[in-house]
């Protein structure tokens, strides 16, 4: 397809399991951003990747969370150990570069049980 | 951490009526961005402003950046059930490549 996709759509999971979540960006987009939304509420920035690189994950809310991207192309986020405070719509984005257009996957619902 | 703060939360109106969304900071961004988002979607961009006192027109949608680039608005003139969503407003952090999101607000348009 040509937008971003991410995967699964939907997750649930109970208190103490690890999730890995997916997103598959525009392909050519060199950067790729991950966001965390809690129930109707605004986008809190997560982490950002020019290429395979993350040059600033200080956004990631606690050790729990990591993400990677390999190939310059698809990337994880993993939750290790979930918590019920994880439950949230985690976005996906790409754009050509850092300073473009930001094009948002449907991302994906996490409930932790 | 620079935050935007976007008023109001919730404002539901009648098809035909205006209104205008407030996005504030007292902090300073290279841009601000605006999105609509529907339920199960992921936000999409409406339009970027750059220039302090910028004024960009979308059909019936006006955006305007405020002269010192910390506020934004944004008006609708007619609104119509389509309009219905969840408004966002984004601002790129002066010198990086990170976009600090508003707090959101949510419009309903009654037909």
């Known amino acids: 397809g040509a937008g971003v996709s991410q995967s699964p759509s939907n997750k649930v999971t109970e208190k103490g399991k690890d999730v890995e979540l997916r997103c598959d960006p525009i392909?050519?987009?060199?950067?790729l951003y991950w966001y965390r939304q809690s129930l109707g509420q605004g986008l809190e920035f997560l982490i950002y990747f020019q290429g395979n690189s993350a040059p600033d994950k200080s956004g990631l809310p606690s050790d729990r969370f990591s993400a990677e991207r390999t190939g310059g192309s698809v990337s994880t986020l993993t939750i290790q150990r979930t918590q019920q405070e994880d439950s949230a719509v985690y976005l996906c984005?790409?754009?050509?570069?850092?300073?473009?257009?930001?094009?948002f996957g449907p991302g994906t619902r996490l409930t932790v049980l | 951490t620079q935050l935007l703060e976007q008023s109001p939360q919730f404002l539901s109106i009648q098809e035909g009526e205006n209104l205008t969304v407030y996005c504030n900071s007292s902090?300073?961004?290279?841009?601000l961005q605006w999105y609509r988002q529907e339920p199960g979607e992921g936000p999409v961009l409406l339009v970027t402003?750059?220039?302090?006192?910028e004024v960009k027109k979308l059909k019936r949608l006006t955006f305007q950046f405020g002269d010192a680039r910390k506020d934004s608005s944004l008006h609708i003139t007619a609104a119509q059930p389509g309009d219905t969503g969840l408004y966002l407003c984004?601002?790129?952090?002066?010198?990086?490549?990170?976009?600090?999101f508003g707090t959101g607000t949510r419009l309903k348009v009654l037909a």
């Open positions: 392909s050519g987009h060199t950067a």
């Open positions: 984004a601002g790129e952090e002066t010198g990086t490549y990170k976009y600090i």
């Open positions: 402003v750059v220039t302090g006192g």
């Open positions: 984005a790409s754009s050509l570069d850092s300073n473009n257009e930001q094009f």
């Open positions: 902090s300073v961004f290279s841009s």
